[in-house]
C-alpha cells in the first residue's frame, strides 16, 4: 500500500529566504506526483505536475524534483514572500486510466515571516 | 482556474435527512472525483467517476452515493447523514492526457 510523508509537519522562516519541501512515497512505482497549496478554508491549487520520466519541473520561483528509485520529491522555492504562506501537499498516482487515484501526503504548513 | 464549482458551499443539516452536493464543471473532463478533508486524516477519495454514468468506490465510499447523467455535472449523495459525515468536500476533475487533477472551492458540511 503506498504511503506518502511530508517532512516537516510545520515549518516558519523569514520573508527572502530558500526553502525545501520533502515528499516521501513508499512505492517507487507513480506515474506522477503532483504538488498543491491550500490556502486556510479553500480548495487546492495545483502547483506542479512531474511525470514519472522526468526529474523536475519549474513554475517561477517553484522547482520541483523527483526521484523514484529513492521514493523521494522535493518543491524548492526561492526567494519566500509572506504570500507563500499555506498548506502544501504532495500526492502520487499509481498509474493513468480509471484508476487514477492519488494518494496525497498530510502536509507541510509554511509560514513566511515578514 | 479550472472551472470547476461547488454548491452549495455551506450546509448545515440534521442527522437522518439526505443531502446532495453538486459539482459542475466547464472543462469537459473525463475524470471526476469526490474527497473529503478531516484534521487528522488529509483527503480521502469517496467516489469517482471516469465517464458518464460510470463511476466507482474510493476508500470511504459507505454512506455515499453518486451520480454523473452529464459530463459536467457529478452529484454526492449522503443518503442519511450522520455527524461523522460532518467535513469539507472537495470535488475535482482532470483529464486523461496527463492527469493533472484540479480542485473546487469545497462545501463545508455540518451535521447536527
Known amino acids: 500500500k503506498q504511503e506518502v510523508t511530508q517532512i516537516p509537519a510545520a515549518l516558519s522562516v523569514p520573508e527572502g529566504e530558500n526553502l525545501v519541501l520533502n515528499c516521501s512515497f513508499t512505492?517507487?512505482?507513480?506515474?506522477?506526483l503532483q504538488w498543491f497549496r491550500q490556502d486556510p478554508g479553500k480548495g487546492l491549487t495545483s502547483l506542479l505536475l512531474?511525470?514519472?520520466?522526468?526529474r523536475e519541473q519549474t513554475s517561477g520561483r517553484l522547482n520541483a524534483s523527483l526521484d523514484k528509485s529513492s521514493g523521494r520529491s522535493t518543491l524548492y522555492i526561492a526567494a519566500s514572500q509572506p504570500g507563500d504562506s499555506a498548506t502544501y501537499l504532495c500526492?502520487?498516482?499509481?498509474?493513468?486510466?480509471?484508476?487514477?487515484?492519488?494518494?496525497f501526503g498530510t502536509g507541510t504548513l509554511l509560514a513566511v515571516q515578514p | 482556474d479550472a472551472g470547476i464549482t461547488q454548491s452549495p458551499r455551506h450546509k448545515v443539516t440534521e442527522t437522518g435527512t439526505p443531502v446532495t452536493l453538486r459539482c459542475h464543471q466547464t472543462?469537459?473532463?473525463?475524470?471526476m472525483y469526490w474527497y473529503r478533508q478531516d484534521p487528522g486524516h488529509g483527503l480521502r477519495l469517496i467516489h469517482y467517476?471516469?465517464?458518464?454514468?460510470?463511476?466507482d468506490k474510493g476508500e470511504v465510499s459507505d454512506g455515499y452515493s453518486v451520480s454523473r447523467s452529464k459530463t459536467e455535472d457529478f452529484l454526492l449523495t449522503l443518503e442519511s447523514a450522520t455527524s461523522s459525515q460532518t467535513s469539507v468536500y472537495f470535488c475535482?476533475?482532470?483529464?486523461?492526457?496527463?492527469?493533472?487533477?484540479?480542485f473546487g472551492p469545497g462545501t463545508r458540511l455540518t451535521v447536527t
Open positions: 512531474i511525470q514519472s520520466s522526468q
Open positions: 472543462e469537459n473532463h473525463r475524470y
Open positions: 475535482a476533475i482532470s483529464d486523461r492526457v496527463v492527469y493533472e487533477q484540479y
Open positions: 467517476s471516469y465517464g458518464v454514468k460510470d463511476t
Open positions: 500526492a502520487v498516482r499509481r498509474d493513468g486510466g480509471a484508476t487514477n487515484k492519488l494518494i
Open positions: 512505492d517507487s512505482a507513480i506515474y506522477n
